[in-house]
């Protein structure tokens, strides 16, 4: 039997998929979002969701969605918001913005987990902020966990991702169990023809056919495409066209000739123009935006704000070879997610949970470790598991609340505000649904 996993701000998958390769079953994920809910039920429909927030969640409720009684539970992972970190002078878990990051210790705690994975921001390493990760070990400790210090910063691109992307990592158990290990770096950016080197832009990219080629993605997110370039071995690991691109994890029934997450963009003569003329590695000065390196790595893919801070999108960077920015799915193969797993149907929300996700190679490797420190050999099970229904990646936010049977999450800060972007991202989930009947 599998071991459990239960993923706490679960997002669109990231950590999930990643965990799940590693050879764990993930029970329940919670997600606050239920966009991202809707996401990551699509790709894993016989995972329990939990569409809410964790303040005040209970254990009994999560192991209730997961359907699991009384089973054990191997591994709690996550990633909380914690914006209050860098007061200086202050007990940073004292901040009501931290609240988040104790609940995450509690369900830890409640769910008797025989160990966790904490993933954060980068900057909480740095000077005072240090002070954070000191009162975390603290509070990790008062519930009876012990941590791998020091904490480690991970690089994607030491995981085989062709992104640079660095995220903290802590790593606990039980204090009676085994402390997991860091994994160690696996690739390393190199020169080309070094085989340690990390796969390139170029290597992410170079097989799929080129979103500008079909009028279809210019209101829909998919297309038949019956020849594909040849792909390079890592872009072969995503299209899984081998048996060892499942890892540990279920297959699923997808349909290999199908492009998703590929809705276009439509710039203007004058856009393409200075995206043309801007060299690979270097920023567009009017848009700001960067163009990837056809030999080189992506730099790090955000997520920007979501509707209850502004609804800021960060920017996609431009592709090597074509004078736009890069689609969904080509972000998706920047990140190390395969081709089976879909995104939201829009450019807004795809991106985002792509930004918001951690890189499932860089979750798989993590999630290796914890499976060596719980003395279980991981398994590759058989069959074909189905994906969910597509309804679940086109349903705008209050669709998709309506159908968890939550109210739509509006954030404190420009409550008034918030309520706006949100009408303002259903009307554009309602524009794209009202015109992809044309293409269909």
């Excluded at 002078?89 to 008797?112: I, M, S, W």
């Excluded at 290597?203 to 998919?222: C, I, S, T």
Aim: with cysteine.
């Amino acid at each position: 039997m599998r071991p459990l996993g239960i993923d706490l701000f679960a997002g669109a998958g990231g950590m999930s998929l990643g965990f799940e390769q590693a050879g764990f079953d993930v029970a329940a994920a919670v997600e606050i979002d239920p966009v991202h809910c809707a996401t990551h039920k699509f790709n894993f429909p016989d995972c329990g969701v939990v569409a809410r927030s964790v303040i005040g969640l209970s254990a009994d409720k999560i192991r209730l969605a997961a359907g699991i009684g009384d089973r054990k539970i191997a591994v709690v992972f996550g990633g909380p918001p914690c914006q209050g970190f860098s007061l200086i002078g202050q007990r940073c878990l004292d901040d009501a913005r931290n609240k988040l990051v104790l609940e995450f210790v509690r369900l830890v705690a409640e769910l008797e987990a025989d160990s966790f994975v904490f993933e954060n921001v980068k900057g909480l390493t740095l000077g005072p902020q240090r002070a954070f990760l000191n009162e975390l070990i603290a509070a990790f400790a008062r519930v009876g966990y012990s941590v791998r210090v020091p904490p480690q910063v991970l690089n994607a691109a030491s995981f085989n991702v062709p992104q640079s992307r660095e995220r903290l990592i802590v790593l606990g158990a039980r204090s009676d169990a085994i402390l997991p290990r860091y994994p160690k770096p696996i690739t390393a950016p190199g020169a080309n023809g070094d085989l340690a080197a990390t796969a390139t832009c170029k290597e992410a990219l170079g097989d799929l056919p080129d979103a500008d080629a079909y009028d279809y993605l210019v209101e829909q997110d998919e297309v038949f495409v019956a020849k594909w370039s040849r792909p390079s071995p890592y872009a072969a690991e995503l299209r899984v066209l081998t048996e060892e691109g499942w890892h540990f994890g279920y297959r699923r029934l997808w349909n290999p000739h199908v492009l998703t997450s590929s809705m276009r963009t439509e710039h203007t003569g004058i856009s393409r123009r200075r995206f043309e003329e801007t060299k690979p590695g270097e920023v567009e000065p009017i848009s700001r935006f960067y163009r990837l390196p056809a030999d080189g790595l992506s730099n790090t893919l955000r997520a920007g704000t979501d509707a209850a801070r502004g609804a800021f999108t960060s920017p996609r960077p431009i592709h090597y070879a074509h004078p736009r920015c890069i689609t969904v799915r080509e972000m998706a193969r920047l990140h190390g997610f395969p081709d089976w797993f879909r995104f939201h149907q829009t450019k807004w929300h795809g991106a985002r949970q792509i930004g918001n996700a951690v890189p499932p190679p860089m979750a798989r490797a993590v999630a290796s470790q914890i499976m060596h420190s719980l003395g279980v050999k991981p398994s590759r099970p058989s069959g074909l598991k189905p994906l969910g229904d597509p309804k679940l990646l086109r349903m705008g936010m209050r669709e998709a609340a309506e159908h968890f049977g939550v109210a739509v999450p509006i954030g404190k800060r420009d409550r008034k505000s918030g309520t706006r972007k949100r009408r303002q991202e259903d009307i554009e989930v309602e524009r794209v649904r009202s015109k992809a009947s044309t293409y269909a």
